[in-house]
């Protein structure tokens, strides 16, 4: 039975879209949990776009499933999760102009580098996943970098139109699944996912959770935040 991660970005986007207080996306987190989401997923991000300090200050004091931290693999983030401890950290490339994070880690180009960042982080404990694209390369050189876990980025089979498109995309994934199985590295997946296009994810069984924003947040606009995670609970957890 896969879990379901609950990212609570786009709530911060909305209230700093008039710079107020509403809606909280610290009261979101758990709304959430009590509609069933098994963790909840915050990017720290360095321009502190929507989450901000204070969130993820009152998140680690209030989730009551588990945290995760998504952030860059950059000094300041490495030194605020060593002093928060979340459960567990999700190591994500970060450009200042993106509107969301498009694509994977690079891990395969830095591996030393990523190596240190993830002894320094998991040497307090803390679960290490790093987001990487649908590559068996790059899964091999997150293994060796020491990664608990990866995230497989499923933003391009989520974009993808035609039919011809969506199936060679869905089969990266089924290949990059099967390599991270091999290595015994946990796997999750994410990006782009929604209530129609994660149906598919029902013949991987091997994806042990799915982090899921956008569309949760988006579907929450129309028929309540409790109501649209139980939503997306009741499909994952019949995978």
């Known amino acids: 039975m896969a879990r379901l ?27 959430a949990e009590l509609a069933g989401a098994d963790c909840i997923i915050c990017h720290l991000r360095e321009d502190r ?12 004091q209030t989730v009551k499933t588990r945290l995760n931290m998504e952030m860059a693999a950059v000094d300041e983030m490495i030194g605020i999760a060593r002093d928060l401890i979340p459960y567990m950290v999700t190591l994500v490339p970060e450009r200042r102009e993106e509107l969301t994070t498009e694509g994977g880690l690079d891990v395969k180009a830095n591996p030393g580098y990523y190596k240190e960042v993830i002894e320094s982080i998991a040497e307090k404990g803390i679960k290490v996943s790093l987001f990487v694209d649908p590559d068996p390369a790059q899964i091999e050189a997150s293994h060796r970098a020491g990664a608990n876990i990866v995230e497989i980025h499923t933003g391009h089979y989520s974009e993808a139109r035609t039919t011809e498109e969506i199936d060679t995309q869905f089969d990266r994934i089924v290949r990059a699944v099967e390599a991270s199985a091999d290595l015994g590295l946990g796997i999750s997946a994410g990006h782009g ?6 149906k598919r994810f029902r013949f991987l ?24 995670v139980r939503e997306m609970v009741e499909i994952v957890k019949n995978f």
């Open 5 to 31: 991660a609950v990212n609570i970005d786009h709530i911060a986007t909305v209230r700093e879209a008039r710079g107020g207080d509403e809606p909280d996306p610290v009261l979101a987190a758990g709304l």
């Open 49 to 60: 776009r929507h989450i901000d300090d204070r969130d993820l200050t009152l998140l680690r």
């Open 193 to 198: 996912l929604n209530y129609v296009n994660i």
């Open 205 to 228: 069984p091997q994806i042990e959770e799915y982090s899921i924003g956008h569309s949760i947040v988006a579907r929450a606009v129309i028929v309540g935040l409790e109501r649209a």
